[in-house]
């Protein structure tokens, strides 16, 4: 597919998706959605891929919200649906990606974007980024996501702070309440991204995804988590990668994953 709104790459294991607006700040209109779909899809197919950063192109805007001039006419019905497509086929995928995906938040992270860096595994900052929910001054709320992630990220107390204020907080404050995991110069961003995903690779595939099912099970009420984590700690033991892992380790050497 050829991509009029992101430039992805493929450097080794890691893929780079970056939305490419930036004379829109890198707004999510309903085309680079699409796009985003279709390149995550790819990324989650392609054998060859490890893990994905997903970041913003210039220095201003990682994405800076939501194309707001394709909410105009929009119905009840429109926006339910709007909402629950893009959540199932954009958000939710990547925080059930059975890869890491990384964020590397340069500049303005707000509305969608902030939950979109918020479905990912983890976030990097640069140390000039501004990360917020603005959506209340619009009559709206979030809609991919962001009360519930952000709740389970912040708490509730700060979320509701975040959310009903919607005020913008800067890179510092956003690692104290621990939304994002880093903050480093921008020259340093996308170096921190791959240094994280050039450490999550070195161990055995199926085990991340294995790790990233539970994670996120801790997080969903309608799940046990404690089960979960029991069944895919067991389904571990099929795969040849834990018998590598074991007997690498008794043999004190390091282990040659295979993914299998």
């Known amino acids: 597919m050829v991509y009029q709104n992101l430039l992805i790459e493929t450097r080794g294991p890691i893929q780079y998706i ?80 059975s890869k890491p995906v990384v964020a590397a938040i340069n500049g303005f992270a707000l509305g969608g974007g902030l939950e979109l860096a918020m479905a990912c595994h983890i976030r990097i900052a640069s140390d000039n980024a501004k990360m917020g929910l603005p959506e209340v001054t619009l009559g709206l709320i979030p809609g991919y996501g962001g009360t519930q992630r952000l709740t389970k990220l912040v708490g509730k107390s700060r979320a509701f702070e975040m959310i009903l204020t919607a005020e913008m907080i800067t890179a510092a404050e956003a690692y104290q309440l621990g939304l994002v995991n880093h903050v480093v110069s921008q020259d340093r961003l996308i170096s921190k991204a791959e240094e994280i995903i050039n450490k999550i690779l070195k161990n055995a595939p199926l085990a ?13 009420n309608a799940t046990n988590g404690f089960d979960t984590e029991i069944v895919e700690f067991a389904k571990c033991f099929a795969t040849a990668d834990s018998k590598e892992g074991i007997a690498a380790f008794l043999a004190k050497r390091k282990p040659a994953f295979k993914g299998k």
Not at 37 to 50: F, P, S, T, Y
Request: net charge negative; hydrophobic share 45%.
């Open 208 to 220: 991340v995804a294995a790790a990233i099912t539970a994670i996120n099970a801790a997080g969903d």
């Open 18 to 97: 970056v939305i490419n607006r930036e004379s829109k700040l890198n707004a999510l209109n309903k085309d680079t959605l699409y796009e985003l779909h279709i390149a995550l899809g790819d990324a989650l197919h392609n054998k060859e891929v490890g893990g994905v950063i997903i970041t913003g192109a210039g220095p201003k805007a990682f994405v800076a919200g939501a194309d707001i001039a394709e909410f105009k006419g929009l119905d009840v019905n429109g926006a339910r649906n709007l909402a629950h497509e893009n959540q199932r086929n954009i958000f939710n995928v990547i925080e059930n990606f």
